[in-house]
């Protein structure tokens, strides 16, 4: 398992964007919209990992309901695992909590979340590893 980026609920994609311009002294110009997920996406790829700033679409879905409670700020760490199915197989048979069923990811990969109630608090999502070339 590998970490694979971690994620930051912003109510501002734009203003978010900005900083880490001036972070990264460079562009970032790939918005994604994940309207099955309610949200607008950026990944900022850093030397060792991404950042995800993540806005909502609207006042449904997580990241709606997070910004509402907790405010912006560090939602969610993303770890690639190697075999998803045997790593899901494996948390379900030590009654891990998950949240819902796999679903797409802003990469085209599967991805679960693993319920913060498991993990001292913190949400971790797992990603499919994506196949070799």
Known sequence: MKLD???IAVHDLQKAKKVYEL???????KVIDLPSQHIQTIMVETKNTHIEL???LGEEGAIAKFLEKKGEGLHHIAFEVENFEETLQSLKNQDIPLIGEPTIGVKGN?????HPKATN???IELCEKPPSL
């Open 121 to 123: 608090g913190t949400l």
């Open 110 to 114: 599967r991805i679960i979340f693993i």
């Open 54 to 56: 993540l806005q909502p």
């Open 23 to 29: 972070l990264l002294n460079q562009p970032l110009d």
């Open 5 to 7: 980026h971690i994620g």
